[in-house]
Structures are given as C-alpha cells and as structure tokens.
C-alpha cells in the first residue's frame, strides 16, 4: 500500500534517483521505494503529520500548503485502518529522522484502532452498530487503550452520546478552518505533539 507525501522530504529511490517531496507534492511512496535505495532519507521537518483515510483533510492542509507554511511532513494514508506497510514506513520515518508523529483522523472507534497501530457536526451512532461495540470492547478488553486516559475518556464518550465526530466537521467552520485556524493554534502548544504523539507498535 502507498501513502502519499507532501513536504520536506528527500530520499533516493533505485532507478529513479533523488526524489523530494516538497517539489513533488502528493508523491506517492511505498516502503519499497525507500528500502532498495539502502532507506536514507533527509528532512528538515520538524514533525510528521499522518492523515489516516481523510482525504478531505489531505487535500484541505496541502492546498492551503501547510507543508510549506510549517516545518512538517504531510503523509496521507487512505486506508481507515493503515496497512503494516504503512504503520513500517511511518515507523521508519519517525525512527530515521527523529520526529514526533501527529495523527489526524475521524473521532470513532475505527480511528482509535488504527491510532493504535493513532459536540458540533456529530454524526450519530446506531446503539446497534458495528462501531458502538467496538468501542465497548476496547473499552473492556484493549490494554493499549487502558494505557492512554485520554482515549478512554473519548471512547467512553462515543458510547454515551453514540456518537462520533468526522475530520469533515470542521468543514462548516470554514473551509480553511484544518489548515489555518485549527493546525496552527494546535502546533502552538508545546504539549501538543506529546499529547498526540504515539508510539507506533
């Protein structure tokens, strides 16, 4: 599986040679492109920033160019639950270059589960979903999730409002709220990259 990169980034790929991804925004990259290269990758970024299965979101920060406005790396996953592939290039990038990963996706059990591996505009749901009792379950069963308050207190939430809150939300807010009122107040806090930042399995 491929994500695709947008921001400062240099590696080089066998049979093709440097690639950079703050020229080449939206370069799509597989773990093999970088392993058969001997996997040495450059960066100035100082955090790297994965967007899991939100393509609005994507689209939203790379359009606004906060790759460029920021010290950071945008890598886009569509798969709402990230493949070992990407879960061992994420991985390898964070261990290579140093960086604190910040992890953007949807409010729902889905999203806790690929974490795992990362009240306006809610969306309900059903009591019966497959949702609700994957949220009870990692609730009850899942030690990685005990381990972390702050996903206990929101997964308790989901099941006791059933509900759910999508990257898309923000969208009523302005249709540059993500990329410019919301990333850049986050990124402010010195906190911010050690609350969201986790440790990939």
């Known amino acids: 599986m491929a994500v695709f990169i947008a921001g400062d980034l240099r590696f080089c790929q066998y049979g093709v040679g440097m690639v950079d991804c703050a020229n080449a925004r939206g370069q799509e990259v597989t773990l093999h492109d970088v392993d058969s290269s001997g996997g040495d990758m450059t960066s100035n970024a100082e955090y790297i920033i994965l967007v899991v299965g939100s393509y609005g979101a994507y689209f939203r920060l790379t359009k606004d160019e906060v790759d460029r406005r920021f010290p950071c790396i945008i890598v ?29 996706a949807e409010s729902s059990p889905r999203d806790v589960v690929a974490l795992k591996m990362h009240p306006r505009c809610m969306r309900p749901m059903n009591s019966n979903s497959k949702d609700l009792k994957l949220a009870q379950r990692l609730l009850e069963k899942d030690a990685i999730v005990k381990e972390r308050p702050q996903w206990v207190e929101e997964l308790t939430l989901m099941v006791e409002t059933r509900r759910k809150v999508e990257v898309d939300a923000l969208s009523p807010l302005g249709r540059s709220f993500l990329s410019n009122v919301y990333f850049p107040n986050k990124i402010g806090y010195d906190n911010l990259l050690n609350y969201y930042s986790y440790k990939l399995p």
């Open 76 to 104: 886009y996953t569509p798969d709402p639950v990230p493949e070992e592939d990407t879960i061992s290039f994420v991985r390898k990038m964070k261990e290579e270059l140093d960086l604190p990963v910040l992890a953007i």
